[in-house]
């Protein structure tokens, strides 16, 4: 029944050691995103795919990268991660890429960065 | 630009009590607002949204909120709180991104605790 799927849910890496997180969807949305949640704060957009276009946000740093390889699949790499980095990541999707969609959550992937 | 305030970063009521969290926006075009919550260690899940049609919007686990334009306000209500309402409450609005599509905005978040 799980609509989208994070793994690992718990991630530890090393500082500066890369690292991928995975997201896969069986809703078949054409949008997927990435964010990032710092502790008790708000989620905080880092980029999104449309079908296979890839909209990076103006403020996400370059460390961290996306790819998409099918509609289901989506990957968060962070190449080299520092301390500041340690967050909640979180998937989401959304049937198409306009203002009214609701997006759907993963159960998100916490990083921690040694 | 458009974004959301929510006023009161922690909230506690009694079980059975009423639970009221505030959001007010800010948008210089008719919004789309939603309410998401957050359980400990989950994503977000969609509790209700704002699409410009009724102005009461009722959504899942008995919560409703209210678009009130002349307030900027879209609060999030619930007659009586259970414990298994403890958790994060994020409002949003969604807004114009650089490249022409929409993203969401989400606000701070608001803590509810739910007292027995």
């Known amino acids: 029944d799980a609509m989208v799927i994070q793994n690992p849910r718990y991630q530890v890496t090393q500082f500066g050691k890369p690292v991928t997180l995975s997201c896969s969807q069986t809703?078949?949305?054409?949008?997927m995103y990435w964010y990032q949640q710092k502790s008790s704060q708000a989620p905080k957009l880092l980029f999104h795919?449309?079908?296979?276009?890839?909209?990076n946000e103006a403020d996400t740093p370059d460390n961290f990268q996306s790819r998409r390889p099918n509609t289901s699949f989506c990957f968060l790499d962070i190449r080299s991660p520092g301390l500041g980095d340690a967050a909640m990541y979180l998937c989401?999707?959304?049937?198409?890429?306009?203002?009214?969609?609701?997006?759907?959550f993963g159960p998100g992937t916490r990083l921690l960065v040694l | 630009a458009q974004s959301v305030t929510q006023l009161g970063s922690h909230v506690s009521v009694s079980e059975g009590a009423l639970v009221l969290l505030r959001c007010n926006y800010s948008s210089s075009v008719p919004p789309y607002l939603f309410w998401y919550v957050q359980y400990p260690n989950q994503g977000l899940q969609l509790l209700l949204k704002?699409?410009?049609?009724?102005?009461l919007v009722k959504g899942i686990n008995g919560f409703e909120a209210e678009f009130k334009k002349s307030e900027t306000s879209f609060h999030l209500t619930k007659p009586s709180a259970h414990m298994s309402d403890a958790a994060e409450y994020f409002c949003a609005v969604t807004t114009r991104g650089g490249t022409g599509g929409f993203k969401t905005i989400f606000g701070a978040g608001t803590r509810l605790f739910v007292k027995a």
């Open positions: 795919y449309y079908d296979k276009d890839f909209n």
């Open positions: 704002y699409t410009s049609a009724a102005t």
């Open positions: 809703l078949n949305h054409n949008v």
């Open positions: 989401a999707t959304s049937r198409d890429w306009n203002s009214q969609e609701t997006q759907y």
